[in-house]
């Protein structure tokens, strides 16, 4: 099992390999620091929805390393890949110092976890769109380049954020980014927009919706379903706002949206052919 690596990989492998085509489960999921609907942390239980799946390349979101008492201080994104013998990478986009001297920063951001070797792994801070913020969370994209056997693939993973300017910044930077690719690519993330927002119609011409492109616009991702009839707390996906998107070579064969209350989001898959 392999860690965060800081190392790029030699180029030159994009002119050495082999032309194959590689059969994919994608997943993108906005984990919440592994707390459900319940109100309950359970990182387990994250696991179990993901290992369920049979996702090949999970890209995750709200993940905590050493952040704070209410993931126990834990490594979330070692625990996961320990748990289900998959290989990780992880992008912290907010850095704390830690409580104490001799103990790890407080971190909090993306993360990867791949049932493939990761070769390369970078993660890029956005930058903000002025010093007046709607949103003063900082976000970040996190790239990681993957050895599919006798290929290479470019996973991309994000957050964007909740103010409108800084949307438009980080869409912009993220296509720049993305578009610097030498490889097939894939990116998964929560995007705070819905499909028909306009900030996204760029990004949108650029790359491959995996659900319009089947048929499934109104495959809702937030909130997750929820009940509790001891409270009357209801709650019933009411927007689209997680994606997974392609870039125009990738065969996109199936996609799905996850039944969970493991955390506020609902998983959603894609089954590829890269």
Not at 12 to 31: A, G
Not at 142 to 160: A, C, R
Not at 192 to 216: C, I, V
Not at 224 to 243: F, K, L, N
């Amino acid at each position: 099992m392999t860690g965060y690596m800081t190392q790029p990989v030699n180029r030159i492998f994009s002119s050495t390999c082999t032309e194959q085509v590689h059969s994919l489960r994608v997943m993108s999921f906005n984990i919440a620091h592994g707390m459900g609907m319940d109100g309950r942390v359970d990182l387990r239980r994250t696991a179990e929805v993901i290992e369920n799946s049979g996702a090949d390349i999970i890209g995750l979101q709200e993940v905590d390393n050493h952040f704070s008492e209410r993931s126990g201080f834990t490594n979330q994104v070692a625990d996961l890949a320990r748990w289900l013998g998959m290989n990780y990478s992880y992008g912290a986009n907010v850095i704390e110092p830690p409580l104490l001297p001799g103990l790890p920063a407080r971190q909090y951001g993306n993360a990867l976890l791949s049932r493939f070797p990761i070769k390369y792994t970078k993660n890029h801070l956005y930058t903000k769109a002025s010093s007046f913020s709607e949103d003063p969370e900082l976000r970040g994209l996190l790239e990681s380049t993957i050895d599919l056997g006798g290929t290479f693939l470019s996973f991309f993973n994000t957050h964007l954020s909740l103010g409108e300017k800084e949307q438009r910044e980080n869409l912009k930077q993220l296509l720049a980014i993305t578009n610097d690719s030498v490889f097939p690519a894939v990116i998964t993330g929560d995007f705070n927009l819905s499909p028909e927002h306009p900030q996204l119609s760029e990004f949108r011409k650029a790359y491959t919706d995996s659900f319009s492109r089947t048929g499934m616009e109104t495959a809702y991702t937030f909130p997750a379903y929820y009940e509790d009839v001891r409270s009357a707390v209801t709650a019933i996906p009411a927007s689209r706002i997680d994606y997974i998107f392609t870039d125009q070579s990738t065969i996109i064969e199936k996609t799905e949206v996850l039944e969970t209350s493991a955390a506020d989001h609902l998983p959603i898959i894609a089954d590829l052919l890269v």
